[in-house]
């Protein structure tokens, strides 16, 4: 038995999540992903009206609320059998694709660069840009005052970060103009869907929030500014970190885990034309759906929703007795946090008894992003660099589209709402699942009416993907199983752990607790 290391909680990612893994010769060789908070939603929407749905989904999380309240509407599509008006599938798309595109350069700059960046090295730029002179000059200020924060406290720099002053000084100016930039972006995804955040304006058949055409015109002055921020900051800054400092990290494919991957439809082109494409939000999707299994470079096959299970054999909730897993459909949401043996409060999601990463690098394989396809062809492989580079090729294919969709918009001037419900009444039996896939990956809600009322509700979010723990079979999860093989020469500074836990994009928390298996002393790293 190696030595163990515990980070509790995983820092900048949103939620409570804490990482164990054993370390010998310096190689993570066994590892748990456990989630410590409970997720009690499904419970709450027993015996609601259905429509409440996307409104109470929606709060399950603040950073990507707008997926859950789409993903939900599309269910409720699906069992209302409801139409959605062309102007309703476009205003979903473009609630999503704005929320997509701040999501991932927001997790680049705030979430994850600091695990590349040796930031004291600000303090010795020697340029003549005035701007990154003042960030110099304010970094030397804070450091006389030991008030680096939020940059420090922070893991000690490694051989993998960048150290040139003039890079680190001007990806800290990126880092401060991409606050800016999320700040005029949520002026706009205010504009587009009335409030931010927990907009209220999807529902089934379609969406209530009406912009005006001037209100178009001026988002879409506010989305060109996204555009360019993507296309002239953004993404030149994650190849260079990626090709330079990072390609070591990245030809040795630092936590690529179980290699297969799975995503979902998102952003459909067509309005529905049956009862099954209403589960999806229509037709012809910009990316489409698939699973890979075995390998990245294995062809990928269409998705069968109905080879989804979810185990809790180590997770802290029961299943009637002598079940083992259970379709979403027919899941159980009953806590026990004494259970023997478990360990998370998550669930751990199978397809075909597979687990499946999903995210921005199961959509760039399943859709064979060229510039993917083309690193991987040069020496890539999948793992933590390249989930950075699809998020940056996404931002950039979403946000020209968004462009195309507001046009749309614009020429149909939204008359009146745009919803195919109308007076249509609410089932008194049905079933229906919608699916849709969120900045951080695959997300399936499901639905059973009776009497019409919410009889059951299940959710499968990409996290629970991800870090889902061991399955029945002793199976582990996406997050454990990229940990196997990670380099931890100094047990005292777990860089890589977080830097691959990060690179799924959990979201925010605020201290690391490590430790000593030796001494049990508590080591605290406060990283923000």
């Known amino acids: 038995m190696g030595q163990r290391i515990i980070v509790d909680p995983i820092t900048r990612i949103e939620g409570h999540l804490k990482i164990e893994v054993e370390v010998e010769n310096g190689i993570v060789t066994n590892a748990w992903s456990s989630g410590n908070m409970a997720r009690g939603v ?62 991932h350069y927001i997790h680049f ?81 205010a504009m587009i869907t009335g409030v931010q955040p927990h907009f209220n ?5 379609g969406c209530t929030a009406t912009p005006t055409v001037e209100q178009l015109r001026e988002i879409k002055q506010i989305w060109q500014q996204e555009i360019d921020f993507v296309n002239n900051v953004y993404i030149p800054d994650v190849i260079a970190v990626g090709t330079g ?13 179980t ?52 185990s809790v054999e180590y997770s802290w909730y029961d299943y009637p007795d002598g079940v083992d897993s259970l379709h979403p459909s027919e899941g159980v949401t009953e806590l026990n946090p004494r ?3 478990a360990y998370s409060f998550v669930k751990a999601p199978r397809y075909k008894g597979q687990p499946m990463e999903v995210g921005p690098l199961a959509r760039g394989l399943v859709n064979q992003y060229p510039g993917l396809m083309a690193l991987i062809e040069a020496g890539v492989k999948p793992g933590a660099v390249a989930r950075h580079y699809c998020r940056a090729v996404e931002s950039q294919q979403i946000g020209e589209a968004g462009l195309a969709w507001i046009d749309r918009l614009t020429e149909l001037a939204l008359p009146g709402t745009v919803v195919g419900m109308k007076d249509k009444p609410v089932p008194k039996s049905a079933e229906g699942f919608g699916v849709w896939d969120a900045p951080r990956g695959g997300l399936g809600h499901w639905i059973q009416i009776e009497h019409g009322r919410t ?13 889902s723990p061991r399955d029945e079979n002793g199976v582990m999860g996406q997050y454990e199983s990229s940990l196997i093989g990670c ?41 923000v």
């Open 42 to 103: 499904e419970v709450l929407l027993q015996d609601k009206d259905p429509r409440d749905a996307p409104y109470i989904t929606s709060r399950i999380c603040g950073v990507c609320e707008g997926v859950h309240a789409i993903a939900s509407s599309f269910c409720l599509d699906n069992a209302f059998d409801v139409d959605v008006p062309e102007a309703g599938r476009l205003m979903r798309n473009l609630y999503c694709s704005a929320q997509y595109i701040t999501d």
């Open 109 to 189: 700059y705030i979430l994850s660069a600091l695990d590349y960046l040796d930031i004291m090295a600000v303090a010795d730029y020697a340029g003549n840009d005035a701007g990154l002179l003042a960030i110099r000059d304010k970094i030397r200020y804070l450091a006389s005052k030991n008030d680096l924060s939020p940059f420090t406290p922070r893991y000690e720099p490694d051989e993998y970060c960048v150290n040139d002053p003039e890079t680190v000084t001007t990806l800290v100016s990126h880092y401060i103009k991409a606050i800016e930039a999320k700040a005029r972006s949520s002026k706009m995804r």
């Open 201 to 205: 304006s999807t529902m089934v058949g």
């Open 245 to 257: 400092p990072l390609l070591p990290l990245a030809t040795m494919g630092l936590g690529g885990g």
């Open 259 to 310: 290699q297969n991957y799975l995503c979902y439809p998102m952003f459909p082109q067509n309005d529905s034309s049956s009862t099954a494409d209403r589960s999806f939000g229509g037709r012809n999707h910009m990316f489409k759906g698939g699973a890979i299994i075995g390998g990245a470079l294995n062809p990928a096959e269409d998705v069968d929703y109905s080879k989804i299970t979810e």
């Open 339 to 341: 259970k023997d043996e």
């Open 455 to 467: 009889k059951n509700y299940q959710i499968v979010v990409p996290s629970t993907w991800n870090a």
């Open 487 to 527: 380099p931890v020469p100094d047990t005292n500074n777990p860089i890589n752990i977080v830097r691959i836990i990060r690179s799924f994009d959990p979201c925010l928390a605020c201290a690391i607790h490590v430790i000593d298996p030796e001494s049990n002393n508590i080591k605290v790293h406060k990283v």
